[in-house]
């Protein structure tokens, strides 16, 4: 029992401790940024899956007090370039040198994106109902706008158009969002 | 700094890229912008973000989506990696129910189900596991719900009239009236013409039917089977090397794998249970029914035949506010002749009961002039709902004349709480079968399930209407218990607008019919009492 106590309080467990809190803090961060980069959820899941394996690799480098999400995206950043090496044909829109001027302009945004994610909550309660019933269709875990357009009884192509003009609307209430709240 | 057309643009080749489609001259376009443009990368970030966001925010609302096996895997190795000892037994907790439960922001989902969707609508020889209640036959499925059978077979009947026999050891997961995944075991699927466009999916594969039966089982992740028994199916592989959509007709069978397609001769014994007959355990329905075929005004009646009801002949007065008579109200037809409504008639038939909180259909052909006036749309069909929960509502069907709402002309219902509206445009000139069936929910927020089916295809589910003023909760003792045609129904009585078409055929069953009863009446326009619960695709 002693022993437990101690273990429960020794440095190796403070440690990974602080890893599972982090990691789990930061999830959505490290999503969105691997995202920008694959512009795919299902690789974006995968690479964040492969991504926190690596952290937890890692964990010995961080240096406490340092920017997590920052050495977090650096390593994401990595498996992206790696992962696109495999799947350089089919998945690859962007060179390595765009790649890495996108990957540059997100990190110099963090902060801002952070900010724009919980104004979006707002927004989101704005739209009317039938076209938060689409976005949330094609946003869904498995969903596809193929999915969204028979659940809001669109054609394919009005549901693709919808999704088009709603983003664009999103992102200006967004950007309104903070205006207001400067 | 962006002009508008800039914003217009990349907006444009952006939502291509999130949503799969962008072409090759797109893609040299988003290229050069994101290259060239600090403020295009800006742009670019900020649309990237908030679909990050959106995926974020849509997995929190969404109902119950397991991980699939390989997710599950990773986390648990993951798990492994972070708590290699029982030291910190309190941080692998942490961390399993942070991941392990679905808590991770790209992977949160709500324990909640959505709206029915399916039916449990046969059984043989079932064992349900035991992590889940047993059903039983006629139980209602709703969106996200998983079925795990242990072994026999079941059948699910969807909403969109597709059927799927499951063998077990089998786990299914019913997502949506079009679409099903199935995570293990062996199923068949027989979907009729009104449901082209049902997919079933799995880890490696999606099987979008294009009118068909055919067969899919899962073996274990990563790798299924797939064979066509009749007609074609599009089969898309979900593999990191191909993604190319693939055609397969009759007898033709491939394995999907995460690393490729193959043909393989020896699947088809794996399926050799699953395509024969099987003798299903069926709930036994006595179905009440009352039929208006509106083929002969004898005064002012149209007869009415009663089925079950104990409601004797609920015949359907016609009512005018003119002079003129009803000698033109009688044309012809889908079956005989049909009732025609002109903006002035309405009809009338008592019908004891259909005000109480019970499942409904009602069902008719219904033919609207192509240049038939706004005011015309209310109501073809409708009946007033004494619900304590909801108020006391009419609930209205007619078409669509809310352009802010939906397509104009397309088929509406409005009932105390929801509406639903079609796809499908009813004001062409032609005839149309409709179809509406209502089912009380236990789900306090939405306590009316309503589904629209237009020539046997499911076009339109119920959705709740934003919150309007105070509603009465007293019943009304005034219009209730009666079955209206053709007008639109206030508290007191019929109001001004008139429904203006041709109805013909009215059915109406106490009783939620499913997909495959509905186009049996539509096409054989008869009491097929007891061959209802027996009706196939």
Not at chain 2, 112 to 136: M, N
Request: charged share 25%; net charge neutral.
């Amino acid at each position: 029992m002693n022993d437990q106590i101690q273990s429960d309080s020794s440095p190796e467990t403070q440690r990974q401790k602080l890893l599972v809190s982090l990691i789990t803090q930061h999830q959505r961060r490290i999503f969105a940024y691997i995202y920008a980069l694959v512009h795919n959820r299902h690789d974006a899941e995968d690479l964040l899956q492969e991504t926190n394996e690596v952290i937890c690799e890692k964990f010995n480098e961080f240096e406490e007090g340092t920017d997590f999400v920052a050495w977090a995206c650096q390593i994401a950043y990595w498996r992206v370039r790696y992962w696109r090496q495999r799947h350089a044909r089919a998945k690859v829109v962007f060179d390595d040198d765009l790649l890495s001027q996108v990957a540059q302009t997100l990190s110099t945004m963090r902060k801002e994106l952070d900010t724009r994610h919980e104004a979006l909550a707002i927004c989101l309660e704005k739209l009317h109902p039938r076209d938060r019933e689409l976005i949330m269709a094609r946003y869904e875990p498995d969903g596809s706008v193929r999915e969204a357009a028979y659940r809001t009884g669109r054609s394919l192509e009005a549901a693709y158009k919808a999704l088009s003009r709603l983003r664009k609307l999103l992102l200006d209430c967004v950007t309104h969002q903070l205006a207001k709240e400067l | 700094m962006l002009t508008d057309r800039d914003i217009l643009e990349l907006n444009e080749l952006c939502s291509a890229l999130i949503d799969g489609r962008l072409t090759e001259l797109q893609k040299e376009r988003l290229r050069w912008w994101l290259a060239n443009s600090e403020s295009a990368r800006r742009y670019y970030a900020r649309m990237m973000s908030l679909s990050a966001s959106l995926h974020h925010y849509a997995s929190e609302m969404h109902v119950e989506v397991p991980a699939t096996a390989r997710h599950r895997v990773g986390f648990r190795q993951l798990l492994k990696l972070l708590v290699p000892a029982a030291t910190v037994a309190a941080a692998a907790v942490a961390f399993w129910l942070v991941f392990g439960s679905g808590l991770s922001p790209v992977r949160q989902k709500a324990t909640k189900h959505g709206g029915y969707v399916a039916q449990l609508t046969g059984v043989k020889d079932c064992r349900w596991e035991s992590t889940i209640a047993p059903l039983a036959v006629g139980a209602m499925l709703r969106s996200g719900q998983q079925i795990e059978l242990a072994s026999g077979f079941a059948e699910v009947t969807f909403d969109s009239g597709a059927q799927l026999v499951l063998e077990g050891p089998a786990k299914l997961e019913v997502v949506s009236p079009w679409r099903a995944v199935l995570h293990t075991g062996t199923l068949k699927a027989n979907v009729p013409p009104e449901a082209l466009g049902f997919a079933v999916k799995c880890d490696v594969v999606e099987v979008l039917d294009l009118g068909t039966e055919f067969s899919l089982r899962v073996d274990k992740p990563g790798v299924a089977d797939l064979m066509v028994l009749k007609g074609q199916v599009e089969a898309i592989p979900d593999t990191p090397t191909d993604r190319e959509e693939i055609i397969l007709t009759q007898n033709e069978v491939r394995r999907f794998t995460r690393w490729g397609v193959y043909v393989t001769p020896d699947v088809e014994q794996k399926f050799a249970k699953v395509v024969e007959p099987i003798p299903f355990e069926r709930a036994s329905k006595p179905l009440e029914l009352v039929n208006w075929s509106f083929d002969e005004l004898v005064g002012n009646l149209f007869q009415a035949r009663s089925f079950g009801t104990g409601l004797g002949s609920p015949d359907a007065k016609v009512e005018s506010a003119s002079d003129w008579g009803f000698l033109d109200q009688c044309v012809n037809g889908v079956f005989g002749r049909a009732l025609s409504l002109d903006g002035e008639l309405y009809a009338k038939a008592p019908f004891k009961g259909i005000s109480e909180r019970r499942p409904l259909t009602v069902m008719f052909w219904v033919r609207v002039p192509q240049d038939a006036p706004l005011w015309g749309a209310y109501a073809m069909v409708a009946w007033w709902v004494n619900n304590p929960k909801l108020g006391s509502r009419p609930v209205h069907i007619g078409w669509n004349r809310n352009a802010n709402e939906g397509p104009i002309g397309v088929l509406r219902t409005d009932y105390a709480g929801g509406y639903a509206l079609g796809t499908t445009p009813l004001r062409d000139g032609r005839w149309h079968h409709v179809a509406v069936v209502l089912v009380p929910s236990p789900d306090p927020t939405a306590p009316l399930s309503a589904k629209q089916y237009v020539d046997g295809r499911l076009d339109g589910e119920g959705k709740p209407s934003p919150p309007g003023g105070a509603m009465s909760t007293e019943p009304n003792t005034v219009v209730s218990n009666t079955l209206w045609i053709g007008c639109r129904l206030g508290a007191t009585g019929p109001r001004k607008d008139r429904f203006v078409g041709e109805i013909d055929e009215l059915w109406v069953a106490l009783e939620a019919l499913g997909p495959h009863e509905i186009v049996k009446i539509m096409r054989e326009n008869r009491a097929v009492i007891g061959e209802l619960a027996q009706a196939q695709p």
